[in-house]
């Protein structure tokens, strides 16, 4: 069954430096989205990626986030200058048609970064 | 603003059965959603309501109320591999598309 491919699984970075986090999404999927979730807490939406573009983003994703899609298959999360309350696990996630719950999101593994 | 309230925690024996409620307060709703989320890993699909009434696939069920903005996630015959975190989530349509959890719930299930 294809999946979705996050990496790397764990990241460490000093606070100020930047990070990418690189997801593959199922290739025949439409819809593109970057999840949190902090140790021991709920999952939270980050940003949702369509046709192309940000089709929504929530309050925690600032002008420190931004994400790309650079080709066909890879999908990618930049933080620019982290900080210390940006570790988390980052889980990258992609569903097809646009059929609403029917199209369950796809999660990757995650990413855990922890910043020091 | 957007909320889904779910018990912390729930514990119950191998062979039993178990429900996990979720009330909601959300706007645009299309529908409540079912997640598992073993140790941290990836969360996986268990279920979908769209319409009032009770979905079931083998051992999980989940029933949707929307008069109520409640819903729940029944498991039966537990085994101790259900041992895991349950979210549930709301649906959004349009571009976006998007699921936004619930608090979550630790389901211990004890020999």
């Given at each position: 069954e294809p999946e979705v491919t996050q990496t790397p699984s764990h990241q460490v970075t000093q606070m100020g430096q930047e990070v990418i986090l690189r997801c593959v999404p199922i290739?025949?999927?439409?819809y593109f989205y970057w999840y949190r979730q902090i140790l021991g807490q709920k999952v939270e939406f980050l940003v949702s990626f369509y046709n192309n573009e940000i089709s929504e983003k929530s309050?925690?994703?600032?002008?420190q986030f931004s994400v790309e899609r650079p080709d066909g298959s890879n999908f990618t999360l930049k933080i620019r200058s982290t900080k210390l309350e940006d570790s988390a696990m980052y889980f990258c996630a992609s569903r097809g048609e646009a059929t609403g719950g029917r199209s369950p999101l796809h999660f990757g593994n995650g990413t855990r970064l922890t910043v020091t | 603003g957007q909320s889904l309230e779910q018990p912390s925690e729930v514990t119950a024996v191998e062979g039993a059965i178990v429900q996990i409620n979720c009330t909601y307060q959300t706007s645009g709703f299309y529908g409540l959603s079912w997640y598992q989320q073993h140790d941290g890993g990836a969360p996986t699909f268990l279920s979908y309501n769209a319409l009032d009434g009770l979905e079931e696939t083998g051992r999980f069920s989940s029933f949707l109320s929307r008069s109520d903005s409640y819903g729940y996630l029944l498991l039966q015959?537990?085994?101790?591999?259900?041992s895991a975190s349950y979210f549930c989530a709301t649906n959004y349509g349009g571009a976006t598309n998007k699921l936004i959890f619930g608090t979550g719930t630790l389901l211990a299930v004890q020999p």
């Amino acid at each position: 069954e294809p999946e979705v491919t996050q990496t790397p699984s764990h990241q460490v970075t000093q606070m100020g430096q930047e990070v990418i986090l690189r997801c593959v999404p199922i290739s025949n999927h439409l819809y593109f989205y970057w999840y949190r979730q902090i140790l021991g807490q709920k999952v939270e939406f980050l940003v949702s990626f369509y046709n192309n573009e940000i089709s929504e983003k929530s309050e925690i994703f600032d002008d420190q986030f931004s994400v790309e899609r650079p080709d066909g298959s890879n999908f990618t999360l930049k933080i620019r200058s982290t900080k210390l309350e940006d570790s988390a696990m980052y889980f990258c996630a992609s569903r097809g048609e646009a059929t609403g719950g029917r199209s369950p999101l796809h999660f990757g593994n995650g990413t855990r970064l922890t910043v020091t | 603003g957007q909320s889904l309230e779910q018990p912390s925690e729930v514990t119950a024996v191998e062979g039993a059965i178990v429900q996990i409620n979720c009330t909601y307060q959300t706007s645009g709703f299309y529908g409540l959603s079912w997640y598992q989320q073993h140790d941290g890993g990836a969360p996986t699909f268990l279920s979908y309501n769209a319409l009032d009434g009770l979905e079931e696939t083998g051992r999980f069920s989940s029933f949707l109320s929307r008069s109520d903005s409640y819903g729940y996630l029944l498991l039966q015959e537990l085994q101790m591999k259900d041992s895991a975190s349950y979210f549930c989530a709301t649906n959004y349509g349009g571009a976006t598309n998007k699921l936004i959890f619930g608090t979550g719930t630790l389901l211990a299930v004890q020999p």
